[in-house]
């Protein structure tokens, strides 16, 4: 059964646990930071639909999963587009973040994203994330010190929807 609200605390606590390791019950990428978002969604609670066509839904299943699972710039319209089941909306600040949100940053500024991370704690009023491909944790999610960084990057902040309905 799934439940129908999303457990921020339960895909906080998965991302704390795997994020410098794989969990072999998933497949691992060499551009793992989506895949180990959606992992977190997951645990979450976010329930899969749309399998088996790639291009819609957002599941993983048999060794085979939608591009949303795996790849940011996917995920990021499959959260602004879907209308039940795991839903996102993008909001304009990082302080209107929670626990279990997700941050998509566009590295070049080109309408592209690049990487996509969880806000794992709030301090401060600041996000702090985890990631995976280059694997962090608790990291302010500024991204000023990595080297993917450039004076062009834009932010998009998702806020996942309480409900799953």
């Avoid at 410098?20 to 793992?32: E, G, T």
């Avoid at 989506?34 to 979450?44: D, H, K, V």
């Avoid at 291009?55 to 499959?78: C, D, M, P, T």
């Avoid at 080109?110 to 991370?117: P, Q």
């Amino acid at each position: 059964m799934v439940a129908n609200t999303y457990n921020r605390q339960a895909a906080v606590q998965y991302a704390n646990l795997w994020w410098n390791r794989r969990n072999p019950a998933f497949p691992n990428f060499d551009v793992d930071c989506t895949n180990y978002i959606s992992q977190c969604l997951f645990a979450g609670g976010a329930p899969m639909r749309g399998a088996p066509s790639r291009e819609k839904g957002w599941w993983i299943q048999r060794g085979n999963w939608s591009f949303s699972w795996s790849v940011a710039h996917s995920l990021r319209w499959y959260l602004e587009g879907s209308t039940r089941g795991l839903k996102g909306r993008r909001v304009q600040s990082a302080e209107e973040l929670e626990l279990g949100d997700v941050i998509f940053y566009d590295f070049q500024g080109d309408g592209k994203i690049d990487h996509s991370v969880i806000v794992t704690s709030i301090q401060d009023g600041i996000p702090y994330v985890n990631a995976h491909t280059s694997d962090s944790i608790n990291r302010p999610y500024f991204y000023e010190d990595s080297t993917a960084y450039t004076p062009s990057m834009t932010y998009y902040y998702y806020h996942i929807d309480d409900s799953f309905a």
